[in-house]
């Protein structure tokens, strides 16, 4: 037998921390592979997690209500000696120190005649790093030799997030300052109340001016004539139901006919950061779902070239009902490749939304509108009353061009339109 650490695992593209919840072991307990142990938190969502190993729980390193970085050891496992040292959850040091140069958007900066190398005492130095410390070394481009002149103040010298604060707080004074730091003087009305965001909001705050500001955006709009994807949905929502014990919804139709289009348009599908753009296998296809407070987050439906209608519209109701209960799992949140989001339940008839990095593109669906609508009638041009909806494709225009993005609409509309 062994000992390995066992990490806290990634929950979200965006979230790099979160808090014990809730230890479901104690140390000496026997946990079987894919066996629910603890429960995590962050702002967004609760997660349980699972083992990915069959052993004994040893030791418990981070106590309940603490809050640690992703990657972090937060336990420890005996296990059998045949498990493999590097594969994934198992942290093998050296792997680890190399892979962690590699999970930002920017690697540990050194100057254009920076010869510096990654000597023993500068490995030592990175692996000594924390997830969060190494993620701000990479966004503010610091180079080992300025890490070196951070003094730690965590324990055994570690650096802390508030060291590099610190270390960069000289370089910010005469640079941009982010919207939502711009603190105004504002005046309160009597019967009026200030509150402050909820964390969430802030990061949903962060995370949207961070697109916007580093997304080139441009819209293309199309309507679609949906009369017939509208009586498919009326003549067989009863049957669907019966069949399958879900609802069969327009959002589940027109996720289908999206999911077919990406596959004849594949950049549409694909991840860009730093100059590189990776064109992904998989459709990762997201979509909005209400959390207890209210609040939405954006979970996907994994793999989602191979499923069916009933298959899309079963895993939509799932993955919803557990946002809906708070027991949103961390793989339902990561890796999302494109985003649908019917802001047409809502009222709107159309909109501009924000693509979340490093996605390419996002797709909204607007309401479903009765309208004069020019049909052929056996060659002859009739006026008649139609559902029309107007989609909104907002794409990255460094990857995505004006006639890409019309090819790909125009493929969406044909499959919405041959119910």
């Not at 964390?199 to 949906?226: C, G, Q, Y």
Request: hydrophobic fraction near 35%.
């Amino acid at each position: 037998m062994k000992t390995i650490n066992i990490p806290l695992p990634k929950i979200g593209e965006s979230t790099t921390e979160a808090k014990i919840v809730e230890w479901l072991k104690k140390p000496g307990d026997f946990i079987k592979r894919d066996e629910l142990f603890a429960v995590i938190g962050t702002d967004k969502v609760d997660s349980e997690i699972f083992s990915e190993y069959e052993g004994t729980l040893k030791e418990i390193l981070v106590k309940e209500g603490e809050e640690v970085s992703v990657g972090t050891p937060i336990c420890t496992m005996e296990v059998d000696d045949a498990v493999e040292e590097n594969s994934g959850v198992i942290l093998n040091e050296a792997k680890r120190n190399e892979e962690s140069l590699k999970d930002f958007s920017t690697p540990l900066h050194s100057a254009q005649n920076d010869k510096t190398q990654l000597t023993p005492r500068n490995s030592e130095l990175v692996s000594f790093l924390s997830p969060i410390v190494r993620k701000m070394a990479a966004e503010n481009r610091l180079s080992l030799e300025d890490l070196q002149k951070i003094n730690g103040t965590g324990e055994n010298g570690r650096i802390r997030k508030q060291d590099v604060e610190n270390f960069l707080k000289p370089r910010k004074q005469n640079t941009y300052t982010p919207f939502f730091e711009e603190k105004l003087q504002l005046k309160v009305e009597l019967g009026e109340t200030l509150e402050p965001l909820s964390k969430m909001r802030k990061l949903i705050a962060e995370n949207m001016e961070k697109s916007w500001r580093s997304i080139p955006h441009v819209t293309t709009f199309m309507d679609v004539n949906v009369t017939k994807l509208v009586a498919y949905r009326e003549e067989n929502k009863e049957k669907f139901l019966q069949e399958n014990a879900v609802k069969l919804t327009y959002t589940h139709l027109i996720m289908k006919s999206v999911i077919d289009a990406i596959k004849v348009y594949p950049t549409l599908n694909s991840w860009f950061n730093n100059e590189e753009l990776l064109e992904k296998k998989n459709i990762n296809l997201g979509f909005a779902a209400a959390l207890p407070d209210g609040n939405l987050i954006v979970p996907n439906i994994k793999n989602a070239q191979n499923l069916s209608v009933v298959e899309i519209a079963q895993q939509v109701s799932e993955i919803g009902t557990r946002a809906k209960n708070g027991k949103l799992k961390p793989d339902d949140i990561q890796d999302t490749t494109f985003t649908v989001s019917n802001t047409g339940m809502f009222g709107s008839e159309s909109g501009t939304p924000i693509i979340s990095r490093p996605q390419v593109a996002v797709l909204a669906l607007g309401n479903i509108l009765r309208k004069a609508w020019i049909v052929d009638e056996n060659g002859e041009e009739k006026i008649l009353p139609q559902s029309v909806m107007t989609l909104s494709l907002s794409y990255d225009h460094r990857i995505v061009d004006g006639a890409l993005a019309s090819k790909f609409l125009t493929e969406i509309k044909k499959n919405m339109e041959r119910y």
